[in-house]
């Protein structure tokens, strides 16, 4: 008699088990950016800093660039190749003529917060 109540128990319990909801991954989650370092001598690396970069493989992607002088709404401007891409820094080499306006980065399609840059 315990031995039927112990696996009527335990049948239960994978029961329980079975019907529990699986853990989703979010891939919503929205690049940041803190901060755009530009060189002062006029050559060098542009560097940017934030957060949720991706996992480095970021310009390897078709769908996670960088866009530099574009306007406050993430429009027009250049895309740039990244020299280095990881989860919380980019590189990259300032576009001849980029001149100012906003750079975004974009990571598996989903667009950053834009900051100012003057690259000039």
């Known amino acids: 008699m315990k031995r039927l109540a112990f ?3 335990v049948l ?3 029961g329980l ?8 991954v979010s891939q919503n989650v929205i690049p940041t950016l ?3 370092t530009v060189p002062t001598t006029g050559s060098g ?3 940017l800093q934030g957060r949720y970069f991706g996992d480095g493989s970021g310009g390897a992607s078709e769908n996670s660039y960088v866009i530099v002088g574009a306007n406050m709404s993430g429009d027009g ?3 740039v190749e990244a020299s280095s891409w990881s989860a ?4 990259f080499v300032a576009p001849a003529g980029a001149g100012s306006g906003f750079v975004f980065v974009v990571v598996d399609g989903v667009t950053s917060n834009g900051l100012p840059v003057n690259l000039q």
């Open 7 to 9: 696996i009527f128990l």
């Open 12 to 14: 239960m319990a994978l």
């Open 17 to 24: 088990v079975a019907c529990a909801p699986t853990a989703a």
């Open 34 to 36: 803190i901060s755009v």
């Open 45 to 47: 690396n542009v560097v």
């Open 77 to 79: 401007g250049v895309r």
């Open 88 to 91: 919380n820094r980019i590189e």
